[in-house]
């Protein structure tokens, strides 16, 4: 099984990166941009085939490591195996 | 006082703090590899600024949970003295010792220079050296020095007289351009509600030492050892 990470940063803290990223872009010519929050995406492969038990365990890496729950959230999605 | 600087791979301020430190003590402090997991009897522990772990994933965040950092959390709860250092503030706060987060300074950029810090409360051991308000010049030396809380751990930190150090400009004044790196409140480093845990950006180990160019960081370290020898 593989499990996607999305890490993302709450709203409300200050994201100089996506702003930069914004700034950049509208240099490059792209109009209509309202903003941009940059993230992490992660993936990890996983031995085993219970999808809700690999479920509890990323979200467990999660709020233990992956993501600092101060400052982000994240999203975890499990591919069938 | 026995003293222990933890050592990770890519520290880099580790033996800046073993020198400040002996230079106060008047002998050496241990140096404690990352792997250790029992650690001998003492009274204060140096987590010390760099790169731990190549700062992969978040700064501090591999760190936080090495072996040696569980140990570092239980000796904190127990009482013993930890300072954290630049990097080691980033592990203080990923590993709970400390409220808040680093994160990336707003300006994008690496900052090493010499800062302005006001004392915002001498009256703890890692401080009692310092007058109230005095204002220090102490470097530094980071790219995620942005400290940042919630509105409710903002206030809680208020409310318990756990600022430590604030950035300012030379006459103790906190003006928008005496802010590196665009920490909330000014907040250079912060304590723990029991003042037994000091995390800081700036690097009192690198003005320790007229020859440094400063001496402003020493009194932190003579601090240190007049109350906990």
């Known amino acids: 099984m593989k499990a996607r990470i999305h890490v993302t940063l709450k709203s409300g803290v200050h994201d100089p990166q996506g702003k930069a990223i914004a700034n950049a872009l509208k240099g490059l010519g792209f109009s209509g941009i309202d903003a941009v929050r940059q993230g992490k995406y992660i993936e990890i492969d996983l031995a085993g085939s219970d999808r809700a038990a690999a479920e509890r365990t990323v ?21 069938a195996p | ?29 241990q140096m404690i590899w990352h792997r250790e997991t029992a650690l001998p009897a003492l009274d204060l522990i140096v987590v010390p600024g760099g790169f731990s772990y ?5 700064a501090g965040a591999m760190a936080a949970h090495s072996p040696v950092m569980r140990e570092v959390v239980k000796r904190a709860a127990d009482g013993v003295a930890v300072l954290a250092v630049c990097n080691g503030f980033q592990i203080a706060t990923e590993c709970g010792l400390l409220p ?21 409360n001498p009256y703890t051991p890692f401080t009692q050296q310092y007058d109230d308000g005095e204002v220090v010049t102490i470097p ?90």
């Open chain 2, 1 to 29: 006082m026995k003293a222990a600087v933890i050592v990770f791979p890519g520290s880099n301020c580790d033996r800046d703090i073993e020198v400040a430190l002996r230079q106060s003590l008047g002998r050496e402090p």
């Open chain 1, 59 to 79: 979200k467990d890496m999660c709020a233990k490591m992956l993501a600092n729950p101060v400052i982000e959230n994240y999203r975890v999605d499990i591919d």
């Open chain 2, 54 to 58: 190549g700062d992969y994933l978040r």
């Open chain 2, 100 to 120: 808040g987060v680093l994160l990336r300074n707003a300006s994008l950029k690496f900052v090493c220079r010499d800062v302005h810090l006001r004392v915002e």
């Open chain 2, 140 to 229: 530094i030396a980071h790219h995620d020095g942005n400290y940042f809380a919630d509105a409710a751990t903002h206030q809680s930190l208020l409310d318990h007289d756990q600022i430590a150090f604030r950035y300012c400009n030379r006459a103790g004044a906190l003006s928008a351009d005496a802010n590196p790196n665009g920490s909330l409140d000014h907040i250079a480093g912060i304590f723990n509600r029991d003042k037994n845990v000091l995390g800081l950006m700036p690097h009192p180990e690198r003005a320790a030492d007229p020859a440094l160019g400063g001496n402003d960081g020493r009194a932190l370290f003579d601090s240190l050892v007049a109350a906990l020898s």
